[in-house]
């Protein structure tokens, strides 16, 4: 397959086929993250993509799993991306599931017939950048969309059969606005009842311009910000992941199972004096 870098993809999806259907991301406004702004946003030829997939499908016809990039490919035309499953699905007769970036505004400018036809096609897993639950912070880091409308979109894909991957940032408010966004990302997370989250620390990038209202967290700040909306969380079905490399300290588990020995080990941690309490801590090389 031909990329234009660059590309990105969820950790989770390492071991899929890619194809590059679209470049950069439709909005790109958000002033946390440096992932497209070198890019200009434009949709790649139907018929190359179409072509690409039935070149692969001769070179890999085992292919299972297949993610579409780039940035919220759920806000393709309706028709555009149907053509693309129904490619997909003829060329990989084992295919099991196909998974994209989403946004809320994408998935409900959808009707439920159109997402039930997409579901039917083995569109799968909708990743989802929740970032915080607080329209405050979200309007603060020129997030276009609204709290409310991706607590919908998330409850609307999930009963028609989707699994919805939803991500928060960790630090996101900063100082001035943490408990806002510590209080409404856990409000937001239980609405939605997500069957996957993970959770990053938001660490800014080269070339962020970042609000001026904005003050980082500490490392230690950080920890105890994710232990706050970790035990503020009723939630009766999610996996939960926080170990990119991002986090100070890699945590797995499921809700509700597993919610008592993450807060626990959150709060070891926090009492074992390991972490910075006066600045970011040692932050990674790669994110």
Not at 144 to 168: N, P, Y
């Amino acid at each position: 397959m031909r990329y234009e870098e660059p590309l990105f993809r969820p950790p989770a999806e390492a071991e899929s086929l890619i194809f590059q259907v679209a470049f950069g991301c439709p909005h790109n406004t958000c002033r946390f993250c440096g992932m497209y702004k070198t890019v200009k946003y434009r949709l790649r030829p139907e018929s190359e993509v179409l072509a690409e997939i039935a070149g692969a499908g001769v070179r890999h016809p085992e292919t299972t799993r297949v993610f579409l990039a780039d940035g919220d490919v759920m806000a393709l035309p309706f028709d555009r991306l149907k053509t693309y499953l129904e490619a997909l699905r003829a060329a990989f007769p084992r295919l099991c599931r196909v998974n994209v970036y989403a946004n809320g505004s994408s998935i409900l400018g959808k009707s439920a017939t159109q997402l039930e036809t997409l579901r039917k096609l083995k569109l799968h897993t909708l990743y989802m950048g929740l970032e915080s639950g607080s329209q405050e912070v979200l309007d603060l880091f020129g997030k276009t969309e609204r709290a409310d409308e991706m607590i919908s979109a998330v409850v609307t894909a999930q009963k028609l059969g989707f699994r919805c991957s939803v991500m928060i940032l960790i630090g996101l408010g900063g100082q001035f606005l943490r408990e806002e966004h510590i209080r409404q990302t856990a409000f937001a997370l239980n609405c939605m009842q997500p069957a996957l989250l993970s959770a990053l620390r938001f660490i800014p990038v080269p070339g962020l311009v970042l609000p001026d209202r904005y003050a980082p967290v500490t490392e230690f700040q950080a920890v105890e910000e994710l232990r706050a909306i970790l035990s503020l969380l009723d939630l009766n079905r999610t996996v939960f992941r926080a170990n990119h490399t991002s986090n100070p300290i890699p945590l797995a588990g499921r809700f509700p199972h597993d919610k008592a020995s993450l807060c626990r080990e959150l709060s070891f941690q926090l009492a074992s004096g390991s972490l910075d309490e006066y600045g970011p801590g040692t932050v990674p090389l790669f994110l």
